[in-house]
Nanobody, 130 residues
Framework: QVQLVESGGGSVQAGGSLRLSCAASGYIHSRYCMGWFRQAPGKEREGVAHIYTGGGSTYYADSVKGRFTISQDNAKNTLYLQMNSLKPEDTAMYYC???????????????????????WGQGTQVTVSS
């Protein structure tokens, strides 16, 4: 069983930055997809960034590419999302999630989008004002 706890959300003005953290506990082996998702009121959940723990490759949604960076600290079992140049449309509840995968040598983070994540954190709110 994997437990995920997010932190780091808050309120910021447009153009500002925030860093979200996700502390993972339980058994995390080397082949997981881990991702950050967000959901704004009245909108569908969106996967914004993914990382494959097997090799560290990353994948981003077009809406955040060039502004957000996903990373992991294996020693701390922590996932991060650095968010720069924030926009009002980034306002949402942000969730950390994970799913074990049977990653072959060719597996990359872009393949994570085809998996249904089954471990979720409780979410952290990000509000960006104009």
């Amino acid at each position: 069983q994997v437990q995920l706890v997010e932190s780091g959300g808050g309120s910021v003005q447009a153009g500002g930055s925030l860093r979200l953290s996700c502390a993972a506990s339980g058994y995390i082996h080397s082949r997981y997809c881990m991702g950050w998702f967000r959901q704004a009121p009245g909108k569908e959940r969106e996967g914004v960034a993914h990382i494959y723990t097997g090799g560290g490759s990353t994948y981003y949604a077009d809406s955040v590419k060039g502004r957000f960076t996903i990373s992991q600290d294996n020693a701390k079992n922590t996932l991060y999302l650095q968010m720069n140049s924030l926009k009002p449309e980034d306002t949402a509840m942000y969730y950390c999630a994970a799913v074990p995968v049977n990653g072959a040598s060719w597996f990359r983070a872009g393949d994570c989008v085809f998996y249904e994540y089954n471990y979720w954190g409780q979410g952290t709110q990000v509000t960006v004002s104009s």
